[in-house]
């Protein structure tokens, strides 16, 4: 007999999510298991693979330095500082806060438990009924939920594509008497490793008077100001505004330390005067769990090492994606990334591609992300490598070495 949440499951799920069920439901490469860890390397069902999708940039989830930082916060501050943020916060908070805001040169921050989180907080706390609120088509999806949030409140939704920005501006005129207009936009593509023109995109908010939510979960920690042919991603990780040399006028910020930092926070630069207004009004901040201890200690402990040891992680960091991407153009491997963005992404097509070739990843021992319909278009599927610091040149050799031969039986 069928029951209630099987009715549930039928009539609920859409087609694209009835896709990524029954993906599930496969089993297959999807949903891993992990059950040790050395280095950069996993063991999944008995299988020691090379990892090449973590975001962990800097190979901080691995360093002692970070790892003995847990203990004396925990003995001092205890497991979980179970208020919300309203009520009360560990000092570590407000430490986190400044450091965060001296390196990236802005006024202040505000730190809370994920970017989802402040998404889905911020974009409706800034806009609502009146407001017009432009999303770039690729943003990710946290942050096209955010709007739609917004959206059920009132807000009006358009969407315009980075890379043709015509719509955006024509956008922007028609509401010139809206009460508040954002455009929100990623840092860095998360499928592509490519920027938008966030120069033209700002030069456009200030003619409007809009406001520019910036979503750099993927730039913070890796790309930074003044870079040179010695500092290709920049120096200091500092973010992706820095590093286009462009100012924080009419930005908000938006980051998390849970890729090159390997820990569960992130935060909203803002101006200084703008953060009690955010603590009044985002509800995540109102009312949301906190961020672990452990958390707040490895926050901190990153910041520290990154002042001292950053710039040489991102020079290797710059080399060894600079030789995946390399070996893929010479090889016939397909891929977009025009930045040299640790963010390789080797197009295969079609979702059954997408798996088929995953599958022949796992046997040649290698991990990495798989992406196909519906996360991307239908014939845009990717195998998405992200390198880190903690990887080796032995480990991104393999992955050039079993990209090749898996590439060309998919009929690519």
């Not at 309203?86 to 040169?105: D, I, N, V």
Request: glycine letters at 8%.
């Amino acid at each position: 007999m069928t029951d209630v949440f099987d009715r549930a499951i039928d009539r609920v799920l859409s087609h694209k999510n009835r896709e990524v069920y029954e993906l599930l439901q496969r089993g297959g490469l999807y949903d891993n298991v992990a059950t040790a860890i050395r280095g950069r390397k996993i063991q999944v069902r008995g299988r020691w693979l090379a990892d090449f999708a973590s975001c962990n940039y800097l190979g901080l989830d691995l360093r002692p330095e970070v790892m003995e930082a847990i203990g004396p916060a925990v003995r001092d501050w205890g497991t979980h500082p179970s208020w919300a943020r309203m009520c009360c916060s560990p000092e570590l908070y407000e430490r986190l806060e400044a450091e965060l805001a001296a390196l990236l040169g802005t006024e202040d921050a505000l730190v809370l438990p994920t970017i989802s989180l402040i998404g889905i907080g911020l974009i409706p706390a800034l806009t609502g009924k009146g407001a017009a609120i432009f999303a770039d088509k690729v943003v990710h999806k946290v942050n096209h939920d955010g709007c739609r949030l917004a959206r059920d409140m009132g807000a009006s939704l358009s969407s315009f594509r980075h890379d043709d920005l015509s719509t955006l501006e024509a956008g922007l005129a028609a509401h010139a008497n809206a009460t508040v207009r954002l455009v929100v936009v990623d840092g860095v593509l998360s499928t592509t490793g490519r920027l938008p023109d966030l120069g033209r995109i700002l030069e456009l908010a200030r003619r409007y008077d809009a406001i520019v939510y910036v979503d750099d979960a993927h730039g913070f920690g890796v790309l930074g100001e003044d870079p040179s042919p010695e500092h290709p991603y920049g120096r200091k990780g500092n973010g992706v505004i820095r590093h286009l040399g462009l100012t924080y006028d009419n930005v908000l910020y938006v980051s998390g330390l849970s890729k090159a930092y390997s820990s569960l926070a992130a935060f909203i630069a803002c101006p200084r005067k703008l953060k009690p207004f955010l603590k009044c009004t985002v509800t995540s901040y109102l009312v949301s769990g906190p961020v672990p201890t452990a958390s707040l200690a490895t926050s901190l402990a990153g910041l520290a090492l990154n002042a001292r040891e950053g710039d040489t992680w991102r020079r290797t960091l710059y080399e060894y994606t600079r030789a995946i991407l390399d070996a893929y153009r010479a090889r016939g491997i397909p891929t977009d990334n025009d930045t040299a963005f640790p963010i390789v992404s080797a197009y295969v097509g079609s979702a059954e591609n997408v798996e088929r070739g995953g599958q022949l990843l796992f046997e040649e021992g290698i991990n990495v992300t798989l992406q196909g319909y519906p996360l991307v278009p239908r014939d845009k599927g990717v195998l998405r490598a992200t390198p880190t610091v903690a990887n080796t040149w032995d480990e991104v050799e393999h992955l050039i070495t079993a990209m090749a031969r898996v590439h060309h039986p998919l009929g690519q």
